[in-house]
């Protein structure tokens, strides 16, 4: 038996459910170790249902080991209710934060007598969190190629090239070396658009002297990574280096608290106290990282409001960041694994 | 007053809703004209609401007309509940093919007293549907560039090039000629591959003579294209030959159907009883087409089931199929435009 599904067995004990509703795709690629595409999968002790329709069949027929593949005909609300009633569930969980209002309806329509529909919050997110070796080696691989891209891209960062000119010769580069594309829409934001946190690539020529933050990763067998840095087409000046170096440095702090059973919010602290220090707290918006894997965005959230514990085997972004409005803004972003003393920098040989 | 939100104050008026919450982007980027990223939007006759965090606060300024901003500190969900309060919102309305269960729960707890939370279904689905001018003008443009793409990608089609190699043509062409990004995953499905309607682009390499199936639109300004195309490298074999010809005349009778007033069901039925004739009909396995604009799906379905009828000013597309499964198969996909007449195939000029 497949020991991911084993530790959910575990958690329905615990809530006293029979069965476990599933929607969250990368939930579902985790459980059955595939590329899980518009499918649904029913998990309870007595048989795993994976649930997809005819477009999916023949895939998931060849892929999938120890669940039972059930096509939909028809509605899929009614395959899923059927398949709950058939085997005799009481109490089935789903999962509140992905399945929309209309369809937690449609599954309860579908049962003309009383099962329980339970929500359930992270049981599948909760094991994703500490990381496999086969999965950090994919992880790897992702950061290698996109590492691979940005030193690549360099030399695409000109004045009067176009800012989507920029990003698609880095989606070329990522796609004939491994990758099979960019894990999210690639921010390439030049002068002022470095301001933005999540500028829309445009068609903005870069000019001489300004900044040029491009935020990228790639999707490596359905593992992600995701890195920034922020280049210059030419001198860089003054206030810039300024403030590119207490980014840096706010960074080095984060990473240098980061090992087991450390509170998640003292890593943001780190980085952001430095730099409400500096004098720029306020140009510091968002949170300082986020988890990643099968998702570009996973737990854990790494915030100031994050009060669980760092484990062996998590790895996520560390991001510091500072926006000036309208003038421009330096994030630096790698990728961490926590390690049994400390944290190693996956990311750690791209230059900054 | 935008008329778009106008034509929401009316449904409200029907539904007797003091307000409407909306999640769904490409609904909030309709009624705000704008290109919206995770935001919430509090449609009502007092007052329209765009909620956004930091991140968006400095790019939403300068575009949103006819709202107030209103920035997320803390809880979006409490931020929302707040304002409906603040309002003194007796009924209000929310999308509930998108909002999660948890998220339902969160803006209902958020309210102390008995504010009603309403599902609703197509508000603003329902009005995307009828495309005007502008709109059409950038779904005519997002086609263009698609096509000229489809032009580009014939001189890579060749023996020995991998699948994901031909994607990056696509894309780098698409991003270098006017496009934002391709408007999804491109399918690069070769040989047996293209038996699989949603093949994941791989790394396997052409074989002479054997049909390559791609997939492709891209995002202009927020509108999205989507066509298909067989190609084959070498000379196309005559059992593909005649699976083509069928699927290309099945085609052709879907398209000469098309017109207001004429029930959707009967747009599909004209392919799929002619592949049946033909005796394929097994191997046509999803529904006919699909609406376009602000998402690549969107309504009207193009489906048997579907009931309703055409509309003069519907964009969707015509995408027949026969995938022989481990062999080959053959989609071909246009884009119609209703007119009053009939139909215009705005991707006409892409050859077949």
């Keep these: 038996m497949n020991p991911r599904i084993k530790q959910v067995y575990k958690e329905l004990n615990k809530l006293k459910l029979d069965g476990l509703i599933l929607s969250h795709e990368p939930n579902i690629s985790y459980l059955t170790n595939t590329r899980s595409r518009d499918a649904y999968l029913l998990v309870s002790k007595q048989k795993n249902i994976y649930i997809t329709d005819s477009r999916y069949t023949t895939e998931a027929k060849k892929n999938l080991k120890g669940c039972t593949l059930l096509e939909i005909k028809g509605s899929v609300f009614k395959t899923i209710a059927d398949a709950c009633k058939k085997l005799h569930f ?9 399945l929309p209002f209309a ?11 009383g099962i ?14 500490i990381k496999t070796a086969e999965e950090i080696a994919k992880i790897r691989k992702a950061i290698e190629i996109a590492i691979a ?13 176009k800012e989507i000119e920029v990003a698609a010769e880095l989606e070329h580069f990522i796609r004939y070396n491994g990758a099979y594309a960019s894990s999210f829409d690639i921010i390439v934001a030049s002068g002022p658009n470095s301001s933005y946190p999540h500028h829309l690539t445009s068609e903005r020529k870069i000019k001489a002297g300004e900044p040029v933050l491009i935020d990228a990763g790639v999707d490596y067998l359905g593992f992600k990574s995701d890195l920034t840095r922020v280049f210059f087409s030419g001198k860089i000046n003054s206030s810039a280096r300024r403030i590119y170096d207490i980014v ?31 004098g720029f707290g306020r140009y510091f918006s968002h949170s ?10 996973e737990a ?10 760092l484990k062996a085997g998590m790895v996520f972004t560390v991001e510091p960041a500072i926006y000036l409005p309208g003038r421009f803004g330096i994030r630096l972003e790698d990728i961490c694994l926590v390690t049994r003393k400390g944290a190693e920098v996956i990311s750690v040989t791209l230059d900054k």
């Design 90 to 98: 009481n109490r089935v969980g789903f999962e509140e934060r992905y």
């Design 149 to 161: 891209a940005f030193r690549f891209i360099q030399g695409y960062i000109t004045p009067g090239r």
């Design 116 to 129: 329980e529909l339970i929500p359930t919050h992270g049981i599948v997110e909760e094991l994703r969190q």
């Design 288 to 297: 300082l990282g986020h988890g990643i894997g099968l998702e570009v965005h």
């Design 300 to 309: 854990p959230h790494i915030s100031g409001k994050e009060k669980s514990l």
């Design 248 to 278: 840096l440095a706010a960074q080095k702090r984060a990473i240098s608290r980061i090992k087991p059973g450390v509170e998640i919010s003292e890593v943001d602290a780190a980085s952001r106290q430095y730099i409400a220090k500096k």
């Design 103 to 113: 369809e937690y309806n449609k599954i309860r329509e579908g049962w003309d007598y």
